[in-house]
């Protein structure tokens, strides 16, 4: 279980980025206290546009960066105090992930099941059950950088994956992948729920969303506008599908609003 509570993160500003926005205001605020949880068996969606503070949330959640305020909870590990304890819970998936394009996914694979101190025995069989769904098997001895996009994303899905982690985080798993690529993956995601796992995923195609999450937030400007079920989010908003339900929320631009 994930819990989140009075999360705020903000930015210090430079002199330069003062001056672009024409501001003297020396930070920026990325996600203003925000507070939820995602449970055992579930997929959670934050949904929002470029900038809302999906991303800023995620890496706060991994650990990655330190909230200024408000507190992380994985799993009973509190983020501040036990962050390596969180990070071996969790897997986070970011278009960020840089590979190694001089080394072959089998390679690759073998090395980040090592850094989490996985026997031999144990790797091998996750990265050929991993590679035999994802099918990078036919490409297991093919340099990175003669993978084509897509067999990439598959590739760090495994990457982040192979440790079998009980908390799965994907910033924006989707994006710039072919429908058949997109498919599998979303397909899997739906697994690791009926697995028990914890999983939550930013992006901001409704249509994903929509299929693939028990719970949505939609969050703008670093602020959660709207929490529910889908069915509840439609009737907060007075639409029946996510898309107009996103405008309604972003039109009126009002406080949060917990359902």
């Known amino acids: 279980m994930i819990q989140i509570s009075n999360l705020k993160k903000t930015f210090n500003l430079s002199k330069k980025q003062m001056l672009a926005n024409e501001d003297k205001v020396k930070f920026k605020t990325a996600v203003n206290n925000i507070s939820f949880k995602v449970n055992d068996n579930e997929i959670?969606?934050?949904?929002?546009?470029?900038?809302?503070?999906?991303?800023?949330?995620?890496?706060?959640?991994?650990?990655?960066?330190?909230?200024?305020?408000?507190?992380?909870?994985?799993?009973?590990?509190?983020?501040?105090?036990?962050?390596?304890?969180?990070?071996?819970?969790?897997?986070?998936?970011?278009?960020?992930?840089?590979?190694?394009?001089?080394f072959t996914p089998e390679y690759t694979t073998k090395f980040f099941g090592r850094l989490h101190d996985m026997p031999e025995r144990l790797i091998d069989e996750r990265m050929n059950h991993l590679f035999d769904y994802f099918g990078v098997t036919p490409f297991r001895h093919t340099?990175?950088?003669?993978?084509?996009?897509?067999?990439?994303?598959?590739?760090?899905?495994?990457?982040?994956?192979?440790?079998?982690?009980?908390?799965?985080?994907?910033?924006?798993?989707?994006?710039?992948?072919?429908?058949?690529?997109?498919?599998?993956?979303t397909d899997y995601l739906k697994l690791l729920k009926n697995e028990g796992k914890t999983i939550i995923i930013s992006t901001h195609m409704m249509h994903v969303a929509e299929k693939l999450c028990d719970r949505i937030a939609i969050i703008m400007d670093?602020?959660?506008?709207?929490?529910?079920?889908?069915?509840?989010?439609?009737?907060?908003?007075?639409?029946?599908?996510?898309?107009?339900?996103?405008?309604?929320?972003?039109?009126?631009?009002?406080?949060?609003s917990n359902v």
């Open 222 to 256: 670093g602020d959660i506008k709207a929490m529910g079920t889908l069915d509840e989010i439609y009737a907060l908003t007075g639409q029946d599908n996510l898309d107009d339900s996103f405008f309604q929320l972003y039109n009126n631009s009002g406080g949060v």
């Open 143 to 185: 340099k990175i950088s003669d993978l084509s996009t897509g067999m990439k994303q598959k590739l760090s899905i495994v990457v982040s994956l192979i440790h079998n982690p009980n908390v799965i985080i994907f910033d924006e798993p989707t994006t710039g992948l072919d429908i058949i690529t997109a498919r599998a993956v």
């Open 44 to 102: 959670f969606g934050l949904i929002g546009p470029n900038g809302a503070g999906k991303t800023t949330t995620l890496r706060c959640l991994a650990t990655l960066i330190e909230p200024t305020e408000g507190s992380i909870n994985v799993n009973g590990f509190e983020g501040h105090s036990q962050g390596e304890s969180v990070r071996r819970e969790l897997a986070f998936l970011t278009n960020e992930l840089k590979l190694d394009t001089h």
